[in-house]
């Protein structure tokens, strides 16, 4: 495996789980700022969105491929589908273009 898949998920691991704790420790009672609140709860996706992009984009042997992936997991997303769902027809999606690009 590659070392900077290693480092993403160490990345990953402390921004979720580190901004989940820290308030649960430092702050004894509940936090009623919605601005803090909301913060506290959104950055954990910020972070891995932010490294899952551009990673989508280099991981495979074809930019097109890639967008094929992207956009295919971006409609499926947006019509609320499970994560599994999303994550799967989007590899394939990937797996099926990569062959048809390599046929050309």
């Given at each position: 495996m590659h070392k900077t898949y290693f480092i993403y998920l160490a990345i990953m691991v402390?921004?979720?789980?580190l901004i989940r704790v820290v308030p649960f420790v430092l702050i004894k009672h509940q936090i009623e700022?919605?601005?803090i609140r909301s913060f506290l709860h959104y950055i954990p996706y910020a972070v891995l969105t932010a490294m899952t992009?551009?990673?989508?984009?280099?991981?495979t042997a074809?930019?097109?491929s890639a967008i094929i992936g992207f956009v295919?997991?971006?409609l499926l997303a947006l019509?609320?589908?499970?994560?599994?769902?999303?994550?799967?027809?989007?590899?394939i999606a990937v797996?099926?273009?990569e062959?048809?690009?390599s046929l050309i």
């Open positions: 402390i921004s979720t789980y700022n919605r601005f992009i551009p990673a989508i984009f280099t991981a074809s930019i097109i295919t997991a971006v019509k609320g589908k499970s994560l599994t769902t999303v994550a799967l027809v989007s590899c797996y099926i273009s062959l048809i690009i």
